[in-house]
């Protein structure tokens, strides 16, 4: 007979999601491979994952230090623990935080592809046009996640880490997309720019 107990239950979780993110990683990376036919790109979008993951854990952070906060207050006591269920919000991360950045690079990539001037042209007008979708999905996202974090009730305090780390990861995410990842994207076209010229002056063909 073996006694067990929520340690044993939350180290064999960690081992799980140890095990299962790789492939999570993995899936997600062929995916993009299979949408944009490039090596490259899917790795420029897979950059916000670990960055939405960050902000998943600061959000949990924050939401204890103010149910901290509330207590000193007297307001009533907010305390969110990082177990089993809350683990699953990363996986959940995995599969959502890529998807602003997918609307980026993707017009970036048709606005270079039609003969824009500049990659930082490409990259400006593509945020202008997608800025808005973002906000939208991303707010949406927000608000339907809202009372299952802040709002007490009936099972939100088993769901409620989990719903904590998805909120806070894809709004993290999301600044990402609309500051960082431009930047990054800027880079990576102009780099992909000198290398096709350079490569077209070996063969002494015009850049297309």
């Known amino acids: 007979v073996?006694?067990?107990?929520?340690?044993?239950?939350?180290?064999?979780?960690?081992?799980?999601?140890?095990?299962?993110?790789p492939v999570a990683l993995v899936i997600v990376f062929l995916l993009l491979v299979?949408?944009?036919?490039?090596?490259?790109y899917p790795l420029l979008i897979m950059t916000t994952i670990p960055l939405g993951m960050a902000g998943g854990i600061v959000g949990l952070a924050v939401l204890n230090l103010v149910g901290a906060v509330l207590a000193w207050l007297g307001l009533g006591s907010l305390h969110?623990?990082?177990?089993?269920?809350?683990?699953?919000?990363?996986?959940?991360?995995?599969?959502?935080?890529?998807?602003?950045?997918i609307l980026i690079v993707d017009r970036a990539m048709q606005h270079m592809n039609t003969g824009s001037p500049s990659a930082i042209d490409a990259v400006r007008e593509a945020v202008a046009s997608r800025l808005r979708p973002i906000a939208m999905s991303t707010l949406t996202t927000i608000c339907g996640l809202s009372p299952l974090v802040f709002i007490p009730g009936a099972g939100t305090e088993l769901y409620r880490g989990v719903g904590?780390?998805?909120?806070?990861g894809i709004f993290g995410a999301a600044l990402v997309s609309v500051t960082m990842l431009p930047a990054l994207t800027i880079s990576v076209l102009e780099w992909n720019d000198r290398?096709?010229?350079?490569?077209?002056?070996?063969l002494g063909a015009p850049v297309p």
């Not at 969110?80 to 950045?101: A, K, R, W, Y």
């Not at 904590?164 to 806070?168: C, E, H, T, Y």
């Open 34 to 40: 299979a949408i944009f036919r490039h090596w490259g």
């Open 2 to 21: 073996d006694i067990s107990g929520a340690s044993d239950q939350l180290d064999a979780t960690k081992a799980a999601l140890a095990a299962n993110l």
């Open 195 to 202: 290398r096709k010229a350079s490569a077209a002056e070996q």
């Open 164 to 168: 904590a780390i998805v909120l806070f």
């Open 80 to 101: 969110q623990p990082f177990d089993m269920i809350s683990m699953l919000g990363f996986l959940i991360l995995m599969g959502t935080v890529v998807n602003n950045p």
